[in-house]
């Protein structure tokens, strides 16, 4: 079973925004106070980049290339992540994938996470 599942890619106009949604099952259903959760991007022939990320406490990160113009929220009840992003460039064409991890520091960085959904894409047009 995936622990986690992400939707709400799809194709937009530079300018546009959507909102990616993660929904957690399995063992993080059940922990789903305690964990860390992060959105990441990975384009064709680049490294996965750290978007947002949240912890349990509420208190966010943000990659710099995002800052102002996404927004990252967790809906504990739910067990459900969310990333609005808003003003979306070609630039910001990826697969988006949502992370979760215990406790740990970089909170950005992918190497961190042991839980990951399978992507959903987001495509920018200019």
């Known amino acids: 079973q995936v622990p986690l599942v992400e939707s709400g890619g799809g194709s937009v106009q530079a300018g546009g925004s959507l909102r990616l949604s993660c929904v957690a099952s399995?063992?993080?259903?059940?922990?789903?106070?305690?964990?860390?959760m992060a959105w990441f991007r990975q384009a064709p022939w680049k490294e996965r980049e750290g978007v947002a990320g949240?912890?349990?406490?509420?208190?966010?990160s943000y990659g710099d290339s995002v800052k102002g113009r996404f927004t990252i929220s967790k809906d504990n009840a739910k067990r459900t992540l969310y990333l609005q992003m808003n003003s979306l460039k070609p630039e910001d064409t990826a697969m988006y994938y949502c992370?979760?991890?215990?406790?740990?520091?970089?909170?950005?960085?992918?190497?961190?996470?042991?839980?990951w959904g399978q992507g959903t894409q987001v495509t920018v047009s200019s």
């Open positions: 992370a979760a991890k215990y406790g740990g520091s970089r909170p950005l960085d992918p190497r961190m996470y042991k839980y």
């Open positions: 399995g063992s993080i259903y059940y922990t789903y106070g305690s964990v860390y």
């Open positions: 949240v912890a349990r406490d509420g208190s966010t």
